[in-house]
């Protein structure tokens, strides 16, 4: 079993940044994949963003391209999300989460997922 604990959530103004990590513990998937999605009150979770630990390969949901940039640290099995310019939009607990799936966008298709940090990004 992989656990995941999520932190640098927090209060900031539009147009910002914030950093989130994750820090993996336990059992990790080196072939695998580490993603970050969000969610608001009666919304389905979104994917943001994911990494593959092999490759490093990235991918993004058109409404952070350019703005989000996730990373990782193998050797200390964390990732990060760097969160630019972010938009009032943007607010939502943010989940990382670990997958053996391969380009995989689908909350679903993770089985592992830390208890969430909240984001708030006001006016």
């Known amino acids: 079993q992989v656990q995941l604990v999520e932190s640098g959530g927090g209060l900031v103004q539009a147009g910002g940044s914030l950093r989130l990590s994750c820090a993996a513990s336990?059992?990790?998937?080196?072939?695998?994949?580490m993603g970050w999605f969000r969610q608001t009150p009666g919304k389905e979770r979104e994917f943001v963003a994911r990494?593959?630990?092999?490759?490093?390969?990235?991918y993004y949901s058109d409404s952070v391209k350019g703005r989000f940039t996730i990373s990782r640290d193998n050797a200390k099995n964390m990732v990060y999300l760097q969160m630019n310019s972010l938009k009032p939009e943007d607010t939502a607990v943010y989940y990382c989460?670990?997958?053996?799936?391969?380009?995989?966008?689908?909350?679903?298709?993770?089985?592992?997922w830390g208890q969430g940090t909240q984001v708030t990004v006001s006016s």
């Open positions: 336990g059992r990790t998937f080196s072939s695998g994949t």
């Open positions: 989460a670990a997958s053996t799936y391969y380009s995989s966008t689908s909350s679903s298709q993770y089985p592992y």
């Open positions: 990494i593959s630990w092999h490759s490093g390969a990235t």
